[in-house]
Every structure is written in C-alpha cells, then in structure tokens.
C-alpha cells in the first residue's frame, strides 16, 4: 500500500499492488479473474466475481511501487458486501459483491485515473462474521490501526469517531421499532454502524452488525436517494458519504421520539383517569429505561460531530469536488445556491443542531416519564389511602354493635334490661340509630 499523489490533487490516493512471484509474470489461470469498473469494459455484473462464481486467486497489475501484497495465499478467504456504485453520469447497485475483487479495481482506478468523473463507492458490509474477514482485508491491504479494526468487531459499544492514519472511523446506532403498534408502548432496538473511510479514497464502507428487513428499508431509501441525485450527491466524493449517512441516522430518531411523545400523553391519560394496572407501570418503566439509551446514544455522537467539525480531515472533505460542481453549474447557467452554499463544514453544523435538538427532546421526555412514575406511585398512595378510609369507616359505624354487645354479654347476674319483654328489639334499635349518626356525621365531615 502506498499513497500516490496525482497532477490534478495533492491528496493521497491509496494504491494496491502486489510484487511479482517467480520470474515470470504470467498466470496459469491466463488471465486476471478480478474485474474493474473502467469505461473500455462493460462486464455484466458490478463489480467482477460475485458469490455464485467466487475467485480464490488474483494476479493484480504491475504498479510503479515497491511495497505488495501476496492475496493469493491460501488462506486468503473471499469477502462479500453489498456495493453501490456511483458517479455524476450513472449509478449501480448490486448485492454479494466480492470485496477482494473491488479493492483490486479501486487500486487500478486510483493509479490511472484523475478525472473528476470518477466512480465513488459505499461498500456495506453486513454481519458479524463478514466484518471480521473485511476487516482482515483491510488490515491487509490499507494496515488499517488495531485500534480501528477493534473498534468495528466489538459489539455493542457507545457511539466514538477515531480519526487515525488518515483513516476515519465513527460509530452510531441505527433506532428501530416493532412494526406491530398494537401495544401501547415501543420496545426499542438499535443496530450498531461503524462507517470507516480513508482520506483520498474512493470509497467508504459502512459495518452493519445486522441485516434485518428495517436495516434493508433503511439503505435502500438512500439508495434511492443517491439515485435521484439528491442535492447534486452524484458530483461528489465518496467521503461525502459519512455526513450523509450520519444525517439519515439522525432522521430516524425524530419519529420514534414523536412516537414516545404520544406514547407518554397516553399513558398520562390512563393515569389520571384511574387506570393503574401493572402494565401502565411496566410501560412506563420500558419508556423511562428507553428514554436512558437513547441519551446514551445521542449525547456521544453530539460530542464527536462537534470534535467533528474541528478535525482536518472534516475541513477537506469533499471541497475540491464541491468547487468543480458549483463551476459547471455556473458554465451551464443554472447554478443552484443550494448546491453551491452547503460545504461539508456546513453540513455537520447542521447535524449538530438536530443532534441538540434531540438531546433536548431526549431530556423532556426524560422529565416526563420520570414525572408519570411520581404520578403513579402517588395514585398508588392514594388508592391505599382510600382503602383504609374505607375500612376505618366500616370499623367506626360497628364500634356501636361492639359496644352494645360487650355490655349486656358481661356475667352479672343482676341486669335489669334481661327482664323487659322488648329489650332484644330495644337493643337493635339503639345500635341501628347509631350507626345511622355515625355514617351521617362522616358524610357531613366529608369523610367519605
């Protein structure tokens, strides 16, 4: 690996080669089984050798540069990610892509072409087990920091940005929801992204630790965004490609914090109408306990998107493709302020505010659920409250039965109301008329 400076840009473009083995530099297959993305060749699929025709051997092309790496070892094994491919004039996309046989074209791409017109390239790797061999690839061919390549195989782990050897690495969480609403809570799980890309380079990958159906939603919107050429995103570098996913990661919390929003005014309403099951407690524990992940994840990545925007290699992303897209525009007339006007500098500032915007967002409904549990526990009180009201009630209007009772069941011999004839319907006359002044008397004391 070696960096190679072209006429047309100082910066380092990263460049793989391989020494030659033997005195001859033919190959007994006859040919290089790898594929490249050049204009001259129109191969029929993306990027070469897929996983339905997998290649174990590449005899990669003789550069001007001494330092090589041997990829027909044995024990090399084949790596698979999705790629999207995209340039100003076009845009592909295709899955199993064999990423040994990519990295042999973006080494050939980088040492023969200095055109603005380059093809860019986010390469998605998904799955534990693939981001271990891709990141073995890249120690291998890019002697990617043991830090970084950690970093992307521990999981899960708190959002963090590295910038190291001209490599940038930062981690984030994608939210996702049940899509099943029936419950009146959500039950929140985040997939962990590492995006990683080297300064100069072609390309960015992006380290997915799952591939669920949401994950698959989730790229292929951007998919489609590039597409469509959203906000002229085809002009530019691939680095271009870390704000741009971050900021979609970013949009997918506001709709599940709104969703949290609705979820604690329901059970606000439940609570302050009596209903104390122990589902609303355990709702709102899920919610509160939610609500802690989430500042888990959005205040690390508000810090390292403003350690962010101070760093180098922030400051020279995408500037010079920027500045040539802007050019072509004013040569055809048909600038566009919005293109021309959000630099890179600009872009994360942006999603710093939205990062603010949910920490505070993240915050109140903090305060609320926490709030909701001091409601709860004091309509618990209060229930208890009511219920020994009750009871003192029921144990007060019987103190005249007791009492009644007590007196005339004492073992004196001599008791002059065991005589009368009526004294057993005295005796219930008396009790029933108290009882009736002590149930009035708590009434009127509103007691009850």
């Known amino acids: 690996m070696e960096k190679a400076n072209h006429d047309s840009d100082s910066r380092p473009i990263w460049i793989v080669s391989r020494r030659r083995h033997g005195s001859s530099s033919s190959s007994d297959d006859g040919g290089d089984p790898g594929s490249s993305f050049s204009s001259e060749s129109s191969p029929p699929s993306l990027l070469g050798s897929s996983r339905s025709n997998s290649v174990n051997r590449y005899d990669l092309p003789e550069y001007k540069t001494d330092t090589s790496f041997d ?58 087990e693939d981001s271990k061999q891709a990141v073995s690839l890249f120690r291998k061919l ?23 050897d001209s490599t940038l690495l930062l981690i984030s969480h994608i939210p996702s929801k049940p ?14 992204l590492g995006l990683m890309t080297f300064l100069g380079s072609p390309f960015c990958v992006s ?10 939603n989730w790229t292929s919107a951007l998919d489609e965004r590039i597409r469509i ?37 329901e059970l606000e309403e439940w609570l302050m109408t009596g209903k104390t099951s122990k589902n609303v407690a355990k709702a709102i524990s899920r919610v509160k306990r939610d609500m802690s992940r989430l500042r888990r994840v959005i205040w690390p990545m508000r810090e390292y998107i403003a350690d962010a925007m101070l760093s180098d290699f922030f400051q020279d992303l995408e500037t010079k493709r920027h500045a040539t897209f802007c050019r072509t525009l004013e040569i055809g007339k048909a600038r566009t302020d919005s293109l021309c006007d959000t630099p890179p500098s600009r872009k ?44 003192t009630v029921i144990g007060a209007t019987f103190i005249p039965f007791s009492f009644f009772a007590g007196v005339y069941g004492m073992n004196f011999e001599h008791l002059p109301e065991f005589k009368f004839k009526v004294g057993y319907i005295l005796f219930w006359m008396f009790v029933s008329c108290s009882g009736c002044f002590l149930l009035y008397s708590f009434r009127k004391w509103k007691w009850i």
């Open 348 to 391: 994360m500032q942006e999603l710093y505010e939205h990062l603010t915007y949910l920490a505070d967002m993240v915050e109140t409904q903090r305060d609320i659920s926490t709030g909701l549990v001091d409601l709860y526990l004091s309509s618990q009180d209060h229930k208890t409250q009511e219920v020994v009201q009750r009871l």
């Open 207 to 216: 380290f997915h630790d799952d591939d669920d159906q949401g994950v698959r």
């Open 71 to 128: 990829l027909s070892s044995d024990e090399e094994e084949e790596v698979y990610a999705q790629v999207v491919k995209f340039s100003p004039n076009s845009f592909e996309s295709q899955s199993d892509v064999s990423l040994n046989g990519l990295l042999h074209s973006l080494g050939n791409q980088s040492e023969n072409s200095n055109s603005s017109d380059e093809p860019q390239y986010w390469i998605r790797v998904c799955g534990r």
């Open 142 to 164: 890019f002697k990617l920091h043991d830090v970084a390549a950690d970093i992307i195989l521990k999981t899960p782990q708190r959002p963090k940005m590295l910038s190291v």
């Open 179 to 192: 899509e099943d609403d029936s419950q009146h809570y959500i039950e929140m799980s985040n997939t962990q």
């Open 229 to 265: 050429n959203v906000e002229g995103f085809r002009h530019k570098k691939a680095s271009a490609l870390v704000p741009f996913i971050l900021r979609a990661v970013v949009d997918k919390y506001f709709p599940l914090l709104e969703s949290y929003s609705d979820d604690l005014e």
